[in-house]
């Protein structure tokens, strides 16, 4: 096999409850992901070693060096199975950067699953999702997709099958923001207020809502920890949320640790129309209309 082609979609996380900060930097979360019809697509390509290019409309933001998450992705799958591969990755970039969809997390995921297909490894799911968690929290969902609870970092992962498609439209800004420096504002934000912060819950009117398909209930409880540093780093998110909120949104929130803002929808029309008034206003550079839950990455 010369060529592998696939698609590895975004998420938007509808709950993301962050607990205290940990002796080793990291927080306990408790993370609903939700897999959307945003899709970055990866290809592998035979080759003697392993490198990354990138095309598309974020294509001038991702590294294409040793900072490259797919790379990293090939080169630990190369190691688990004991033997020196090469491939040349082509990311075509539709995911935003920066922009809390955990695109370089999906091209990871997307590596794994090319490169294992190419390199004729045959290893199964489980196999690939012990290596994504080392390579960062997000990178175990964007292999299973659909909609899951992921705790500890995010990375221990459990099904949650959903009643029906929600649809969504997402307000991208147009400038980035560090994971890193919005969880660091987090914590710098509740230790200001002085408040003990608690152990984080899984909403069960969330999960309920996510079971049965009810889009209105969904809108009433999609939630966000990190929402309040994002819009402390970035102000003007504010005014995105409450556009979209006027234009009928069932619900508005960041998406992970944003400055993405994500609308649920009541309907596929709904959301294209969301997304058009979206994407006048001067804090967004591209609005996009998406349905989910959908399947995480798979060869073709």
């Not at 990866?42 to 998450?69: F, H, M, R, Y």
């Not at 294992?116 to 929290?137: F, K, Q, R, T, V």
């Not at 979209?244 to 069932?250: D, V």
């Amino acid at each position: 096999m010369s060529s592998v082609t696939v698609r590895v979609p975004a998420k938007v996380n509808v709950q993301l409850s962050v607990g205290p900060l940990r002796e080793d930097g990291y927080h306990d979360l408790v993370n609903v992901f939700h897999a959307v019809s945003v899709f970055d697509e990866v290809v592998a390509k035979e080759s003697e070693s392993i490198t990354v290019s990138v095309a598309g409309d974020w294509a001038d933001q991702v590294p294409v060096d040793d900072g490259n998450l797919a790379i990293q992705a090939a080169r630990a799958l190369a190691k688990h199975a004991g033997r020196t591969y090469g491939a040349q990755l082509v990311i075509h970039k539709s995911i935003p950067v920066a922009g809390g969809m955990a695109g370089g997390s999906a091209d990871a995921a997307g590596a794994l699953v090319a490169c294992n297909e190419l390199w004729g490894l045959g290893l199964p799911l489980e196999d690939l999702m012990e290596i994504a968690a080392d390579l960062g929290s997000d990178v175990p969902f964007s292999l299973l997709g659909g909609t899951a609870v992921g705790t500890g970092r995010g990375e221990r992962l459990s099904d949650v099958p959903t009643g029906g498609q929600f649809h969504w439209a997402f307000a991208v800004a147009r400038e980035g923001l560090s994971t890193a420096k919005v969880y660091a504002e987090c914590d710098r934000l509740r230790e200001t207020a002085g408040v003990e912060v608690p152990w984080p819950q899984l909403s069960e009117p969330l999960l309920a809502a996510l079971r049965t398909g009810d889009a209105e209930a969904l809108g009433g409880q999609l939630g966000n920890d990190l929402q309040s540093a994002a819009l402390s780093l970035r102000p003007d998110l504010s005014d995105t949320l409450e556009a979209g909120r006027r234009a009928g949104a069932l619900g508005a929130l960041v998406s992970g640790s944003g400055p993405t803002c994500a609308f649920l929808a009541t309907d596929a029309d709904h959301a294209l129309r969301l997304a058009d008034t979206l994407s006048h206003l001067p804090t967004c550079r591209t609005a996009l209309a998406a349905h989910g839950p959908v399947p995480g990455p798979r060869p073709s």
